[in-house]
């Protein structure tokens, strides 16, 4: 089934120590649309300046992926600047433009609005809150990312548009200030509170963990010796994590337990390039040979 | 088969969050012990002194645990006092003192010499060393914990006692110190040209992670909504997972992922009350219970 997205398409300038690139295409939903594209047709909603040009563009086509949604405004595409540390393990802003983003008010196109399957990106609550509006019935699966940002300046917005999702998709330390809660289990339940049934928590290289009425699911990060660049690992995530669940049509507890899996399959792979570049080269067989690795680093019989 | 320990016996004082405990037995051989001897008999070596009274040894009695090595000397045991933070994530150090552990050189008594499987807990690498030394025969499995304290300050000593040992258990932060390499792959290589042939990383919250020639396993920490200490919780799990393999006698790549979920169960026990409280009176049904429920969080078909 397909897979509706909204989020940021941009250009990011990285620096880590393993390269620099000055201009690079990425973005939640870029990073989000490709990886998903791998598992099922994505809908993309987002907005990009007229320094988006078509050879840009290329990078959806060929795919899965439909941009009718993807809104051309006049001026530059959001970007974004960075330098991690030497172990990648931390990161600072060095330049944020929001450019034609401020002014970003996310309309689907017809054939989107009957979506079974959204993801909301990391942008604005009241934003997010907007796009699920414009579908026209309730979806079967709704996730949403979300960021420190809108936890501390818009949290009415957030708690409004919480109501409505099915999945947080969000980081162990968002975790933590969403809920106030130090204790992921306790923070979880909290959550639930908000309206989401489902949490799932991406640790970066402790990996991810899913809970929600079933249980508690962990998964691994793949070790990996060469990482390069974590950019856009978080939204790849997020991509495999909703891709696999539309594609398959289900979301019980196996079928959720293999999106983490395939969720954790796409980050890791994102991470060895700089940028979308490993992404968009991917081959169905090397993604699945990654799903078995991951089932090995965890399986065992008592 | 017969597990030989040796490390200290001790007395903590504990603050965390959850309570305050003045003056509470402990000690990385203690912890340790109490830990395997579910699973196995343990010889145990280490020193306390005349305030450990009659009382104080019963915690090692009616199990599995030896204490014949257990020598006695005139003055006080080992005491350590630390103060959790809220979260339980970091704590400080607010007393040691050595006291009769600054004269400790382990002797074996003769019926320990025959020893299979070795743990030498974190204490000075000459004497882990030493002990090794006094056991007869290679034994089929020596083990290995240490400290930044030694790796900083006795490295040469901690060089020479690691060409001995077959597994290195350690934390994530004592592999990058004594590997210089933060990427755990590549610290696991240059500690496997130091003498070990496996490294097992504690990672407390975030699980354990086994590196050895059959490749990687990683185990997830069993999430808690109320862990109370983490004192001793490292050592329980290197007593369950030496335990577990003493007590199977084979330590091939199926043993040694059991032995992994093993050490994790009983870490996790551990952190649920003060000291080593809720770790003397675990019953077997229980053990197997949370081993069977860390499968149902790590499990997934593909």
Not at 251 to 273: I, K, N, P, Q
């Amino acid at each position: 089934m397909s897979l509706l997205v909204v989020g940021s398409v941009a250009f990011d300038g990285i620096e880590s120590p393993y390269g620099k690139e000055e201009r690079i295409i990425g973005g939640a939903a870029t990073y989000f649309a490709l990886s998903a594209s791998y598992f099922t047709h994505v809908n993309l909603v987002g907005i990009v300046g007229d320094d988006f040009t078509a050879q840009d563009e290329q990078i959806f086509r060929g795919r899965k992926i439909d941009t009718t949604g993807l809104e051309r405004a006049s001026g530059k595409c959001f970007f974004w600047a960075g330098r991690y540390s030497e172990n990648l393990n931390e990161r600072v802003t060095l330049i944020t433009e929001l450019n034609v983003f401020a002014g970003f008010n996310p309309r689907l196109p017809a054939k989107y609005t009957d979506s079974k399957y959204v993801f909301l990106a990391n942008i604005a609550p009241n934003l997010q809150g907007s796009v699920l509006h414009q579908v026209k019935r309730r979806p079967k699966v709704v996730a949403l990312d979300t960021m420190n940002y809108w936890i501390e300046r818009t949290l009415d917005d957030l708690k409004e548009t919480l109501k409505h999702i099915d999945i947080l998709v969000i980081n162990d330390s968002e975790t933590r200030q969403l809920s106030n809660e130090h204790n992921l289990l306790r923070a979880a339940k909290h959550i639930f509170k908000l309206g989401p049934s489902a949490l799932v928590i991406k640790r970066g290289e402790y990996g991810a963990l899913l809970v929600d009425k079933y249980g508690v699911f962990c998964v691994p990060a793949v070790p990996l010796e060469e990482p390069h660049d974590p950019t856009g690992a978080g939204d790849a995530f997020a991509g495999g994590f909703m891709g696999y669940l539309a594609g398959a049509g289900k979301h019980d507890d196996a079928h959720l337990r293999r999106a983490m899996v395939y969720g954790t399959v796409m980050g890791s792979f994102t991470v060895e390039e700089f940028g979308p570049r490993r992404l968009v080269r991917l081959k169905s067989k090397e993604i699945h040979a990654r799903a078995r690795h991951i089932l090995k680093l965890s399986q065992f019989k008592l």
